[in-house]
T-cell receptor, first 112, second 115 residues
Framework: GEDVEQSLFLSVREGDSSVINCTYT??????LYWYKQEPGAGLQLLTYIFSNMDMKQDQRLTVLLNKKDKHLSLRIADTQTGDSAIYFC????????????FGTGTLLAVQP | DGGITQSPKYLFRKEGQNVTLSCEQNLNHDAMYWYRQDPGQGLRLIYY???????QKGDIAEGYSVSREKKESFPLTVTSAQKNPTAFYLCASSSTYSGLGYEQYFGPGTRLTVT
């Protein structure tokens, strides 16, 4: 079946850039998403990218998509302590359903 | 305000009891989903529904049941057949129109503890 993989943990210092990586296996992806989850809360949609795009920028967030390598990344500029959370990559597997396949999540720890 | 609500936030049950988790949305979305989240395992799909009175099993449906009698509501019952029910349960909804993308919007979650 389709799969999405992420590294489990990333630690950065406040003010640095963070880059969270994701790889996926689906060849027919249409949209790819990044979600943020703070402790004890639901998932918050951060941004998404359509599969025919290479890059999308939204304020401090930059999403890069390498469709050939099936690699997605999320860069957070000027990382703040409030960015500490779990970040999930998700792939829409297309077809007749709206199902998303989620990665295991990357815990981002921002050190002051 | 449009959104998804889940209740209660924390739920405690004794082993052998069935328990129903509530999920309501006022986003006018046709599709709704239930996920289970365990530490270090990401989100696993339990059940989903694309339209009222219809639903499909996800990857880990055993020991769970759902109903979709109204567009706004998608309750999940955790039955006594579920071997490891203690987890964080997340409900989500999405549009079914591809022109709007497939992004799912999540509720705040219910943490179920069974002892």
């Amino acid at each position: 079946g389709e799969d999405v993989e992420q590294s489990l943990f990333l630690s950065v210092r406040e003010g640095d850039s963070s880059v969270i990586n994701c790889t996926y296996t689906d060849s027919s992806s249409t949209y790819l998403y990044w979600y943020k989850q703070e402790p004890g809360a639901g998932l918050q949609l951060l941004t998404y990218i359509f599969s025919n795009m290479d890059m999308k920028q939204d304020q401090r967030l930059t999403v890069l998509l390498n469709k050939k390598d099936k690699h997605l990344s999320l860069r957070i500029a000027d990382t703040q302590t409030g960015d500490s959370a779990i970040y999930f990559c998700a792939d829409s597997i297309g077809g007749a359903t709206n199902k998303l396949i989620f990665g295991t999540g990357t815990l981002l720890a921002v050190q002051p | 305000d449009g959104g998804i609500t889940q209740s209660p936030k924390y739920l405690f049950r004794k082993e052998g009891q069935n328990v129903t988790l509530s999920c309501e949305q006022n986003l006018n979305h046709d599709a709704m989903y239930w996920y289970r989240q365990d530490p270090g395992q990401g989100l696993r799909l339990i059940y989903y529904s694309q339209i009222v009175n219809d639903f499909q099993k996800g990857d880990i449906a055993e020991g769970y049941s759902v109903s979709r009698e109204k567009k706004e509501s998608f309750p999940l019952t955790v039955t006594s057949a579920q071997k490891n029910p203690t987890a964080f349960y997340l409900c989500a909804s999405s549009s079914t129109y591809s022109g709007l993308g497939y992004e799912q919007y999540f509720g705040p979650g219910t943490r179920l503890t069974v002892t």
